[in-house]
């Protein structure tokens, strides 16, 4: 039961949902790893009801997984789809997001899970966390309460920028934890934010039973489909996350599109040419909030563990430079390539749509856009 802070009214879980209707979209654990301080939450009692097959192990801390469960051994797929682990946040659920963004364009992330069940050759979170198992915190009241609070402090230094999908995906978890629906709820309270919620999931069924604040994006990463068979392992497919997109749109909900990471395979430029074509031919164009296109980069670390993972996997076939924040991104030559070509296409249908590069440094932007544009960027060369 998750108090609403604006209005003061409840939030109660519906009965369909309880009895499993969304739940059949996210694969059933084997295994449950639940921290001690965690156990009394009541998500984390909802879900030991939910799944009573699941052998449960009651642990100390969640970043110590690797080393004390034999079964979370190593970061890999089997990991992601039979292992859930439930834990107390005991930090900050709302950080900052790109120190380098411009005065006034402010950005942060709100920390609601770790990992996803989804197993993308190019995420970045391979290397960022000891174990592939999707985390939960389950104190989400918490969470709640921290974001209502930083999203009243913040009011007074002008609009920002809240992401969901920075460390899991924004819904992947969302038939588990609703984090997603009580987020919006918040968000309602305060029009002078936007929330962000990232994902590639085709379940949006949480979202759907109210009506949607003007403050709240939904946005899409998408592919072309070659790159999504060859790289996005157990993800729903380009057209499924278009028809979700739409469904959204059709509420009421404004969608970004999130090209990113933008990746060089054989046969991209048709690739890219014919995803763009699907996103005109399935989207209304006036819902469509932005698109934001950013290359596939990687430290590397990541590097390392996408060749001990995907030995065969042709990701880093293409020629990488070395750029001055320590990532790896396509020779510059090559990227401008890509984003101009996709920007064309982009152009083609709607040449008004706002469209902006993430992660790369303002020579990049006016050779790709021919001027610059506010954007969150990092020290790319």
């Known amino acids: 039961m998750i108090e609403i802070p604006c209005s003061g009214s409840v939030l109660k879980a519906p009965e369909e949902e309880k ?28 879900l030991l009801a939910l799944y009573p097959e699941a052998s449960v192990h009651e642990i100390q801390d969640h970043r110590r ?50 990992g996803c069940p989804f197993d993308c050759q190019y995420c970045f979170l391979q290397a960022y966390f000891a174990h592939g198992a999707p985390v939960i915190f389950a104190n989400l009241q918490d969470l709640l309460q921290e974001l209502d609070e930083h999203l009243r402090d913040q009011a007074r230094l002008g609009p920002a920028t809240y992401h969901g999908g920075e460390l899991s995906d924004a819904l992947a978890l969302e038939p588990l934890s609703w984090f997603a629906r009580q987020a919006v709820e918040v968000f ?22 109210a009506q949607p604040p003007p403050n709240v994006v939904c946005s899409w990463t998408l592919t072309p489909e070659e790159a999504w068979r060859l790289y996005e392992t157990r993800t729903p497919s380009p057209l499924d996350r278009l028809c979700s997109a739409r469904a959204c749109q059709d509420k009421g909900y404004r969608v970004g599109i999130r090209l990113d990471p933008a990746l060089r395979y ?21 819902g469509i909030e932005s698109f934001v296109l950013g290359g596939f980069r990687y430290l590397p670390g990541l590097a390392s563990r996408i060749r001990q993972r995907f030995p065969e996997s042709s990701l ?16 510059r030559p090559l990227r401008i390539n890509l984003y101009r070509s996709i920007v064309a296409e982009i152009r083609r249908y709607d040449p008004g749509i706002p469209v902006r590069i993430a992660m790369e440094s303002e020579p990049v932007h006016r050779e790709v856009l021919e001027r610059p544009e506010p954007s969150r960027r990092g020290g790319a060369a």
């Open 316 to 331: 880093l076939l293409e020629e990488f430079v070395q750029c001055r924040d320590g990532k790896y991104r396509y020779f």
């Open 65 to 114: 997984l690797d080393a004390e469960a034999v079964p979370l051994r190593g970061y890999n797929s089997l990991v992601k789809q039979q292992v859930l682990v439930l834990a107390r946040n005991p930090g900050a659920f709302v950080r900052p997001f790109w120190p380098q963004s411009r005065e006034g364009d402010r950005h942060f992330f709100i920390a609601h899970a770790n």
């Open 266 to 286: 054989p046969g991209w430029e048709k690739g890219y040419a014919d995803l763009v074509a699907v996103i005109f031919e399935k989207l209304d164009p006036k």
């Open 19 to 46: 009895a499993g209707k969304i739940l059949p979209s996210f694969p059933r654990p084997a295994f449950l790893y639940v921290e001690s301080a965690a156990v009394d939450e009541p998500l984390t009692r909802r």
């Open 188 to 209: 309602r309270c305060h029009p002078g934010a936007t929330l962000e919620l990232r994902t590639k999931c085709a379940g949006i069924e949480s979202l759907l039973p």
